[in-house]
């Protein structure tokens, strides 16, 4: 299984990117696909997950303003973030688990960054 993300980029305050992010190889074997983010200095967090079926999780700090979305027949995991605020800096990171071993899969992080 191969991830590769795109749509990172230099953003003021308030504005909005879109990340997407294609997965290739056993993607008949993904369940789970997520969102993670690393700020600065600190640790990965997880952003937002989606499962097969479309159930939805997100980090409190994003809710309202981030919404993943996910396509299954075009193996594509997006990320679209609004009203973005500088504690939304970092480097995003797309993941896929397996549904037998709950393996986990990386790509390979697109910065974002938001200026104020």
């Known amino acids: 299984v191969q991830l590769q993300a795109s749509g990172g980029g230099l953003v003021q305050t308030g504005g909005s990117l879109r990340l997407s992010c294609v997965v290739s190889g056993s993607v008949f074997s993904i369940g789970t696909m997520a969102w993670y983010r690393q700020p600065p200095g600190k640790q990965r967090e997880l952003v937002a997950s989606i499962t097969r079926s479309g159930n939805i999780n997100y980090l409190d700090s994003v809710k309202g303003r981030f919404t993943i979305s996910r396509d299954n027949a075009k193996n594509t995991v997006n990320l679209q973030m609004n009203s973005l605020k500088s504690d939304d800096t970092g480097v995003y990171y797309c993941?896929?688990?397996?549904?037998?071993?709950?393996?986990?899969?990386w790509g390979q992080g697109t910065l974002v960054t938001v200026s104020s």
């Open positions: 993941n896929a688990r397996t549904l037998t071993w709950a393996q986990d899969y």
